[in-house]
């Protein structure tokens, strides 16, 4: 994929995102990002960023910066019991 798509895709995500808190915003794109891009278009895109960076919004250069430290949300999703922990159900 060329730069020029990721950048829009990853303006699309933040389109989504603009009504959430700022917070809560560049958390959804840096998880969406972990969860669906491939390492190849997050090192793109992260590289145009760094380099120019001039045609995303403000939100995707943010959820970038945090990109490091995050942590992929499919793990939680994959992850077995033992990693998780006792699992709490109000079921009756």
């Known amino acids: 994929m060329s730069t020029e798509k990721l950048v829009r895709t990853a303006n699309q995500i933040a389109s989504f995102f ?14 969406h990002l972990a969860a669906f891009w491939t390492p190849h278009m997050r090192d793109t895109i992260t590289t145009y960023a760094n380099q ?22 499919i793990e ?5 019991p033992r990693e998780l922990g006792p699992l709490e159900s109000d079921a009756g």
Not at 76 to 80: E, L
Request: proline share 7%; charged share 30%.
């Open 52 to 73: 120019k960076g001039d045609k995303l919004e403000p939100l995707v250069i943010k959820a970038l910066r945090t990109f490091h430290a995050a942590e992929s949300p």
């Open 18 to 31: 603009k009504s959430y808190p700022e917070e809560q915003a560049v958390a959804g794109i840096r998880d």
């Open 76 to 80: 939680k999703q994959v992850a077995g």
